[in-house]
């Protein structure tokens, strides 16, 4: 068994009020601003102290998945995203083992077609066909690693109790090696779920719970500023007519996710934070004055916010409704 080392996270905390600079890269990944509340900062750092996963749910576009990058930003730690799909199995988190390979190779070193000492010694060593998945990597990584789980519940329904062990006790085996590997430090882990199924109950105990709610007008507002012009704190330096443009645009998009929800109720996906900032971007390339008569009639661009052809039906029939009245 490996020795572990632990970390202290007591000093480890989350304020949700470093942000990077406009364009900020990292690992070639654009980080953005995130704008959390109180509440979602608490449940961060509550995660940190207990050393559990978080769960985070809520409506597409609510933030969930951009969290984990801006916590690994602010506590400047390594960041690490493992997306679920249907075929992912939890062992493939920890690691894979390439038998064909090395089956391959034991075949050419027993045609004597290996010869070079060194690389002998790689082919009989079992550990040579070892490769770390996510999870594997957060829990060896030399320091604390932020995790992402992203959509987990895409997974086998099986897949969450595949991992009870591991994100109990913070270690894992890997029999071909005939080794343990032990955590070297206690990952923070984020677990994004869009409720497409329920998970289990014993994987729910595992974890902390956190409803992301789809942000108020003014979060939008300051979202906007954040994500297009890169401003968190002195709002002033932004143009007075951006600032007109971005009331009139966020008004005008939470009066269409309103009239979405009447319509379908909570079926279906509903607009998101996303695609306002694309909204948002379209509408200023076009001169200020324009843009704001054009939303005073039917929304301009609405390729940008509609994704499905029956949400333009449903709002092109209140359009011609208003029309006629």
Same mark, same amino acid.
């Given at each position: 068994?490996?020795?572990?080392?632990?970390?202290?996270?007591e000093?480890?905390?989350y304020?949700?009020?470093?942000h990077?600079?406009?364009?900020?890269?990292?690992?070639?990944?654009?980080? =953005?601003? =995130?704008?959390?509340?109180?509440?979602l900062?608490e449940?961060?750092? +509550?995660?940190?102290?207990?050393?559990r996963?978080?769960?985070?749910?809520?409506?597409?576009?609510?933030g969930?998945?951009?969290?984990?990058?801006?916590?690994?930003?602010? !506590?400047?730690?390594?960041?690490l995203?493992?997306?679920?799909?249907?075929?992912?199995?939890?062992?493939d988190?920890? =690691?894979?083992?390439?038998? +064909?390979?090395?089956?391959r190779?034991?075949?050419?070193?027993?045609l004597?077609?290996?010869?070079?000492?060194?690389e002998?010694r790689r082919?009989?060593?079992?550990?040579?066909?070892?490769?770390?998945?996510?999870?594997g990597?957060?829990?060896?990584?030399?320091?604390p690693t932020?995790?992402?789980?992203?959509?987990?519940?895409?997974?086998?329904?099986?897949? &969450?109790?595949?991992? +009870?062990l591991?994100?109990?006790e913070?270690r894992f085996?890997? &029999?071909?090696?005939?080794?343990?590997?032990?955590?070297?430090?206690?990952?923070?882990?984020?677990i994004?779920?869009?409720?497409? *199924?329920d998970?289990?109950?014993?994987?729910?105990? *595992?974890?902390l719970?956190?409803?992301?709610?789809?942000?108020?007008k003014?979060?939008?507002?300051?979202?906007?500023?954040? *994500?297009?012009?890169?401003v968190?704190?002195?709002?002033s330096?932004?143009p007075?007519?951006?600032?007109?443009?971005?009331?009139?645009?966020?008004?005008?998009?939470?009066e !269409?996710?309103?009239?979405?929800?009447e319509?379908?109720?909570?079926r279906?996906?509903?607009?998101?934070?996303?695609?306002?900032?694309?909204?948002?971007?379209?509408?200023r390339?076009?001169p200020?004055d324009?843009? !704001?008569?054009? +939303?005073?009639g039917?929304?301009?661009?609405?390729?940008v !916010?509609?994704?499905t052809?029956?949400?333009?039906?449903?709002?092109?029939?209140k359009s011609?409704?208003?029309?006629?009245?």
């Amino acid at each position: 068994m490996d020795e572990i080392l632990t970390t202290p996270t007591e000093n480890l905390r989350y304020t949700g009020k470093k942000h990077p600079p406009k364009d900020h890269k990292e690992n070639g990944q654009r980080v =953005y601003p =995130y704008l959390p509340s109180d509440e979602l900062v608490e449940a961060v750092n +509550l995660a940190i102290t207990l050393q559990r996963p978080l769960l985070l749910q809520g409506e597409p576009g609510c933030g969930k998945t951009k969290l984990a990058q801006a916590v690994a930003y602010e !506590l400047e730690l390594p960041y690490l995203c493992w997306t679920i799909k249907s075929t992912s199995r939890a062992q493939d988190g920890l =690691y894979t083992y390439n038998n +064909l390979a090395r089956l391959r190779d034991s075949q050419l070193l027993g045609l004597g077609q290996i010869t070079d000492p060194q690389e002998k010694r790689r082919v009989k060593d079992p550990k040579t066909y070892v490769e770390l998945g996510k999870l594997g990597e957060a829990f060896l990584s030399d320091k604390p690693t932020v995790l992402l789980i992203d959509e987990i519940d895409k997974a086998d329904i099986d897949f &969450p109790n595949d991992l +009870l062990l591991e994100l109990d006790e913070k270690r894992f085996s890997i &029999p071909e090696t005939k080794k343990e590997k032990t955590a070297r430090h206690s990952p923070i882990i984020f677990i994004t779920s869009n409720q497409e *199924r329920d998970l289990p109950d014993a994987f729910l105990r *595992r974890c902390l719970f956190h409803y992301i709610e789809f942000p108020k007008k003014e979060r939008l507002i300051e979202i906007i500023m954040a *994500r297009v012009f890169g401003v968190t704190q002195d709002k002033s330096t932004i143009p007075e007519n951006e600032n007109e443009l971005i009331e009139a645009a966020v008004d005008k998009f939470q009066e !269409l996710r309103e009239f979405l929800r009447e319509e379908k109720g909570e079926r279906g996906k509903n607009i998101s934070t996303s695609e306002l900032i694309d909204w948002f971007e379209v509408l200023r390339q076009y001169p200020h004055d324009e843009v !704001l008569k054009k +939303l005073q009639g039917p929304l301009p661009y609405l390729g940008v !916010l509609l994704k499905t052809w029956d949400d333009h039906r449903l709002y092109l029939s209140k359009s011609r409704g208003k029309d006629e009245s």
